[in-house]
């Protein structure tokens, strides 16, 4: 017995003496806010990004392999409900952000321009990240007053999801087998039209019950394509012009003739779409990897006569271009140790040299030369999809405002279009509401 206590005291004594020779070591902690879901169950340990799937599960893993792969850095990670902004800006109005946030680019001018944000110039270039790494798109949509503000991870915009077996019952494929898109607003209805007579079924399907993104961003794209200067003065709007005015009618004409679904939300629409109850979904570019899932699985409606996605069709002579927004990691301005300033150096490089894995949600590269690389090429639909990155247009950067901005929109156009209220008053009381908003920044 009094040999066994000894050994013990030894064993003991020899930890202690390892211990004293060893430095303490702590790791560097940083906290991190997102979107893009949650997916513990599936991905909460995962650090194999290649085997990582949605969004949810790409950013999730991504993080994780950032964490085993800098033990002398922990990233602690909190999940908001999308887009989580009225939790931060109650963060930022109790002294206590998290150091990384997830935030869009239409986002980042309501806190960089109250000095919230921390300009990314000095921190980026201490780890080589260039701003000419960055697509024009992404690093458009992060300077604000010549300065970077977030680190762009891609780029999104709203898609054409096609069903091409009801597109070959309606007779709206053209030789080589390629979608017939329309051309002009008098081509899409008359396409519309010809859709429901041979199918039975809309041509779009849109989640319109409870929704104003969607409204926004068409209406964005159209404005766009017809060179219209709204934001011309980014604290007031010109929007009941004539060709707001095209843009509206064309959309009331569309429900009004019942070419797209109309009570339907964001979940309802993705599972019609799926069971083939219409022929294009308007939606983004995070379903591409989802859809095309679906046409690769027998029995299914996209698999009966194939998927294919495009970005928007020309309706309206003009620049060719449509409305394009971003995800970024932002970062609070807050006092910082050399250590954190360093870590956050660390995992802004390693989600740009990374970027090919979140690219694979569906989302456009931020970083030019995954364009050119022959994985990305390898992705389905990229192809057709990869124009974005120059077609691509956002609002102008020193907009505030953009998501209470989109929700008006989004309400004034629903009214017009379900005949709640003429289309003149719905432009004008858009934007008056809009203007209302502006001058009380």
Same mark, same amino acid.
């Given at each position: ?11 003991? /004594?020899?930890?202690? /003496? ?10 560097? %902690? ?161 396409? /519309?039209?010809?859709?429901? %007579? ?54 009331? /004409? ?188």
């Amino acid at each position: 017995m009094m040999h066994v206590w000894r050994t013990s005291i030894l064993a003991a /004594a020899s930890a202690l /003496a390892v211990m004293a020779a060893t430095p303490s070591f702590a790791a560097t %902690e940083l906290s991190l806010q997102r979107f893009f879901g949650a997916c513990d169950a599936d991905f909460g340990s995962n650090t194999d990004v290649a085997k990582a799937v949605g969004e949810c599960g790409i950013i999730t893993s991504m993080i994780n392999k950032f964490n085993a792969d800098n033990p002398d850095i922990h990233i602690s990670v909190t999940t908001v409900e999308w887009p989580g902004y009225d939790q931060l800006t109650a963060q930022f109005a109790a002294g206590d952000p998290p150091d990384i946030v997830s935030i869009h680019h239409s986002a980042l001018s309501d806190y960089q321009s109250k000095g919230l944000l921390m300009p990314l110039d000095e921190v980026l270039a201490s780890v080589g990240v260039k701003p000419d790494d960055f697509t024009d798109a992404a690093r458009n949509g992060v300077t604000k007053d010549g300065k970077i503000y977030g680190l762009p991870i891609d780029n999104w915009t709203m898609l054409y999801h096609i069903n091409m077996d009801l597109f070959k019952q309606a007779d709206l494929v053209n030789a080589d087998g390629t979608p017939k898109l329309p051309t002009s607003v008098d081509e899409l209805l008359a396409q /519309a039209k010809q859709f429901r %007579e041979k199918t039975g079924k809309p041509y779009f399907v849109q989640n319109l019950a409870n929704e104003t993104a969607l409204y926004t961003r068409n209406f964005y794209t159209y404005l766009f394509q017809q060179d219209s200067d709204f934001f011309a003065d980014p604290l007031k709007v010109k929007l009941n012009t004539p060709e707001a005015k095209k843009v509206l009618e064309m959309y009331k /004409a569309i429900f009004d003739q019942g070419d797209t679904t109309k009570d339907m939300d964001y979940a309802a629409s993705i599972n019609a779409f799926l069971a083939g109850e219409g022929g294009v979904h308007l939606n983004g570019t995070w379903v591409i990897g989802d859809y095309n899932a679906s046409s690769k699985t027998p029995g299914t409606a996209l698999n009966r006569g194939g998927y294919a996605v495009y970005p928007y069709p020309q309706l309206f002579p003009g620049k060719k271009s449509q409305y394009a927004d971003g995800h970024a990691w932002g970062i609070s301005q807050k006092d910082r140790s050399a250590e954190e300033t360093a870590a956050v150096g660390k995992f802004l490089k390693f989600f740009k040299d990374n970027d090919f894995e979140w690219s694979r949600t569906g989302h456009l590269p931020s970083v030019k030369a995954v364009f050119e690389t022959p994985a990305f090429k390898a992705l389905p639909y990229r192809d057709t999809v990869a124009p974005i990155a120059t077609l691509g247009t956002a609002l102008p950067s020193t907009v505030q405002r953009q998501f209470a901005i989109q929700d008006i929109i989004g309400q004034e156009m629903n009214a017009a279009m379900t005949g709640q209220k003429e289309v003149d008053a719905a432009l004008s009381d858009m934007e008056n509401r809009i203007n209302d908003l502006l001058a009380n920044l």
